[in-house]
């Protein structure tokens, strides 16, 4: 019997049996950490194999996440960003709602408040420019709304009805150029005529230069020009500038947001001016205060 | 080489080993049969030889101690074809280069051993230089007297054959 043809390669031969013998040796032998060293030798490669091949598996699932995967993502990212602007619309829809509703609610208060003869109105238009400002309301003369009729709202004064229609007025504000409310200023009730200017501040006139005021006192409606009712804040005085004796220029800051009407109340009723003596204190609030309100 | 023969070779180095042991062992030094017949045989016959022969001899040397198995193979087979490549790459006829090739393979294979003890930790004893050196001598030496024996036992028959 002869030895195979594998003697013209003995070095293979003898790699072979040399790690045969190592394998050998190995199986008997623990290693310091009391596991077989063939074991320990073997788990040691796969682990190196296992780890490199999850290296690798990693990176390919990461290159496919990263990359391959993103496919949809595109469709998804447009699809969420709709998402999103439905969700902020209705959640503008829903903060409107809130503020409607707690419009509503001041107004309602203000209402009882008041005990005059109101209606409610909702702004359904602007003026078409900046220099006019007026607003319409979803209120006109079949709802018993007349010319010069004062609107009010839950923080004061807003204007007057100058062209109402059958189911539609339009609204003078009291900041329009051609504006202007009879007033009362601060505790001592000194009188003057606010007048709108086309912006967002009132002039303040005819206040006699005796006057004691002061920057910051309340302005509210005196009731002697026969639209506004009395005691109805119309602002707060912002700047006072003296001249001499005189006062050369009353700057008043409108209690009400104009930017931000949505709703008013008409008042039905005219005003009964009481007059400057009367016991009636100025209102401190938004609102019509004292009891010299008439209804 | 027949394997056969080759196995029997070995298995006969083995049985002197084991029984002659005591006769050959005196304190740590001794002569290891089993490897001056894997030697003989890789001389002989080549590193194949060398190597089948070593590993078969290491093995069944293991197999009969308590040490670890697969440590006096691998050194055996280590030897068997280191001197089976020697032995074919020279001409290796004299009594010198035997010599050192038996010398060679005896200080290879403690040194293979002992490394191997140290590295597994196996609480193999340190073996003095000088025994592992007197070793090697005699195995080289009994190296020798088996290759004079071989070349001279058939010469010696035909002589005998040829006076009668």
Known sequence: MALPDIRQRSGYLFLVVAVGHIILI???????????????????????????????????????????????????????????????????????????????????????????????AEIIGTSPTADFRTVTIDRGTSDGVR??????????????????????????????????????????????????NGENVLRLEYVSSSAV???????????????????????????????????????????????????????????????PESPAAPAAGPGPAGPERRE | MNVVRMLAFVAVALVLQTTLARFLVRGSIGVDLVLVAVVYLSLRAGPTVGIVSGSVAGLAQDALTTGIVGIGGLGKTIVGYLAGVVGSAFIVAQPLPRFLVFFAGTIIEMTVITGLHAVLDAGLPVVPVGAIVAQAFGNSLVGLVVFQLADGLPRAAERWRARR
């Not at chain 1, 503008?92 to 409610?120: F, I, K, V, W």
């Not at chain 1, 912002?238 to 009400?256: D, H, K, L, S, Y």
């Open chain 1, 26 to 120: 190995s199986t008997q032998v623990n290693s310091r950490s009391g596991v077989p060293l063939l074991q320990a030798f073997v788990f040691g490669v796969f682990a190196e194999v296992q780890r490199g091949t999850a290296g690798v598996v990693g990176g390919v699932r990461g290159a496919w996440d990263g990359y391959v995967g993103l496919r949809n993502v595109h469709a998804d990212n447009v699809a969420l960003k709709q998402r999103v602007r439905d969700l902020e619309v209705k959640l503008q829809r829903e903060r409107a709602l809130a503020g409607e509703s707690e419009n509503l609610r001041r107004l309602l208060d203000l209402r009882d408040r008041s005990r005059m003869p109101t209606r409610a």
């Open chain 1, 147 to 196: 010319a010069d009729m004062a609107v009010i709202s839950a923080s004061g004064a807003v204007g007057r009805v100058v062209t109402p229609s059958r189911h539609a007025a339009k609204v003078q504000l009291l900041v329009d150029r051609n504006a202007a409310v009879a007033v009362m200023v601060g505790a001592a009730r000194v009188q003057g005529i606010a007048m709108g």
């Open chain 1, 213 to 275: 005021i002061a920057k910051g006192d309340t302005v509210v409606t005196s009731g002697i020009d026969g639209i506004y009712p009395q005691g109805f804040v119309v602002g707060r005085i912002e700047e006072i500038e003296r001249a001499g004796g005189t006062f050369r220029a009353i700057r008043v800051r409108p209690a009400v947001d104009f930017t931000a009407l949505e709703q008013v109340l008409v008042v039905l009723a005219p005003p009964t001016f009481v007059g």
